[in-house]
């Protein structure tokens, strides 16, 4: 237990837009807490919960100011500024845990070398659950229900009557069951799918505590792909989830399948994808994610019907900044008594 009284200030850094009785509930976890948080040194937010905020140009006298802050921080409850990431020791020299407002850091930390560090990480894995899910939900109904033909007769005032079809119909497949994916899953068996998914690690684990009717493994991804009409990838990026789905695997999905992709855009061969569209035999994609961000305006996906095109927005809600707000305080107390934390980062397994 860190003992406030014969110690000084824990001060916490605030990288992030979060509003001012969000900020009072952090220093209400205990009065000798120092909230470090000046949101004239972040880009002016573009839209509810813009936890980054636009490009900005700080003065020399801003950029002092951050640095100072940095500098005096124990703990970061935010994102590292860019163009400082790579020389995290250096610029954070007191800084022992960062609280991170995303889930799936664990590559970027180890590509920038936080790895190697004695500082702890932890995500918001979690958080995202229900408004990814959510998502996945809408994607799926707009396919089984024929939206985008509804969307072309409305556009040329044509009333001809149609026929749809029924999700309970059709089966699911959630590439990694962590919190998200378990979500993802549920929603699907709620709508009367046959569910199936894999985990990286499947040794004991009973397929109904992940909210499946089939678990597989890693290996095993060939079949479970061959057998889905909806394929919704959520894994954590790692060496072993880029490139995970190319030509091969989409071939083997079957003809008039929905790949949804919520997980990172690196874990698909975005021209592979593009061909398998083109050619018909996917029924079409819901994407959240591409390999550059922003999509460029020359990319075929814009323009091929039945592409779900999401600005990696799908797993931001109003409620967002309120849901992390708590994962912290809750983190925060465990840090002040010395407890474990929650979603610390396995620096190993990269999630």
Not at 196 to 217: C, E, F, I, Q, R
Request: proline share 6%; with cysteine.
């Amino acid at each position: 237990m860190v003992d406030l009284s014969i110690m000084s200030p824990v001060k916490i850094l605030v990288s992030f837009h979060i509003e001012e009785r969000l900020l009072d509930r952090v220093r209400g976890v205990d009065p000798s807490l120092e909230v470090l948080y000046d949101k004239a040194l972040l880009g002016e937010p573009r839209y509810m919960n813009d936890q980054h905020g636009g490009p900005i140009e700080r003065t020399p006298e801003q950029e002092e100011r951050l640095r100072e802050m940095m500098a005096e921080a124990e703990v970061l409850f935010g994102y590292v500024p860019r163009s400082y990431g790579r020389e995290i020791e250096r610029w954070f020299p007191k800084l022992k845990w960062n609280q991170s407002p995303s889930a799936g850091i664990g590559w970027a930390a180890k590509q920038l070398g936080w790895t190697e560090t004695d500082i702890m990480f932890t995500t918001a894995s979690g958080m995202h659950a229900t408004p990814l899910a959510e998502f996945c939900l809408m994607a799926m109904l707009m396919f089984v229900k024929d939206y985008f033909l509804m969307a072309e007769e409305k556009g040329r005032r044509h009333w001809q009557r149609t026929c749809a079809t029924e999700l309970r119909t059709k089966t699911l497949a959630v590439v990694g069951l962590g919190s998200v994916g378990s979500e993802v899953a549920k929603v699907g068996q709620c709508m009367g799918m046959r569910v199936v998914g894999s985990k990286k690690h499947v040794d004991g684990v009973d397929p109904a505590s992940v909210n499946v009717d089939t678990l597989y493994s890693p290996a095993e991804l060939e079949p479970m792909l061959g057998e889905a009409d909806f394929v919704v990838l959520i894994a954590p990026e790692s060496e072993e989830t880029r490139g995970l789905i190319g030509e091969r695997e989409l071939a083997i999905m079957k003809k008039g399948a929905v790949l949804i992709n919520i997980a990172r855009g690196s874990m698909v061969d975005e021209e592979a994808l593009i061909r398998a569209l083109e050619s018909g035999h996917l029924g079409g994609a819901a994407i959240d994610v591409v390999s550059k961000e922003p999509l460029p305006p020359e990319s075929p996906l814009w323009g091929i019907p039945r592409v779900i095109i999401s600005p990696h927005s799908a797993s931001t809600a109003d409620t967002e900044n309120e849901k992390l707000t708590e994962i912290f305080c809750d983190n925060l107390r465990r840090y002040l008594d010395g407890r474990p934390l929650r979603n610390l980062l396995d620096k190993e397994l990269l999630y």
